[in-house]
């Protein structure tokens, strides 16, 4: 029921390591709840029931950053968009972030796309920096603003 166990799991790991991220230090969701039989991919329905989940989870989490792994998870939010297009860049949608990535388990069964995850993952490590930044820059903004002063009437 844990999701990232196994070979995949150890290669997200490793590859948070690189921009040192650990697991506690991200959320990870699915766009299906149940994995299918057979691990097999998930049909449409599947991932159109288990939908109103995601979202909620999104609004709990309220993240600025949503990391895409994979195709099925990339489609949720930007369902015209290609996988081999748009990794490695980050698209908004409405006030969040999209960064699409390819799952690390397709590392595993095509080798060259390994260096394409690690490069990836830089990226990510300077969105998540600028992101980072946007919000001190706001908060600090905020904090110097001087408050109108009301009048008397």
């Given amino acids: ?24 230090d991200v959320y990870i969701a699915n766009v299906v ?23 909620q989870q999104i609004r709990l989490l309220d993240p600025k950053v949503i990391v895409t792994l994979g195709r099925f998870s990339l489609i949720r939010f930007l369902p015209k968009e290609t996988i081999s297009k748009v990794h490695g860049t980050p698209r908004l949608w409405g006030r969040r972030h999209i960064f699409p990535m390819y799952h690390p388990a397709a590392a595993l069964h095509q080798g060259n796309l390994r260096k394409v995850l ?3 993952m830089w990226k990510l490590r300077e969105l998540l920096e600028s992101v980072k930044e946007e919000a001190t820059q706001k908060d600090l903004s905020e904090a110097l603003t001087e408050p109108e002063q009301l009048k008397m009437l």
């Fill in 1 to 24: 029921g844990r999701p990232f166990i196994g070979p995949s799991g150890k290669l997200l790991d490793s590859l948070l390591g690189l921009i040192e991220l650990t697991r506690s």
């Fill in 33 to 55: 709840k149940c994995r299918p039989p057979n691990n097999r991919d998930p049909l449409p329905e599947e991932i159109r029931a288990c939908r109103k989940y995601l979202d």
């Fill in 118 to 120: 690690e490069a990836d």
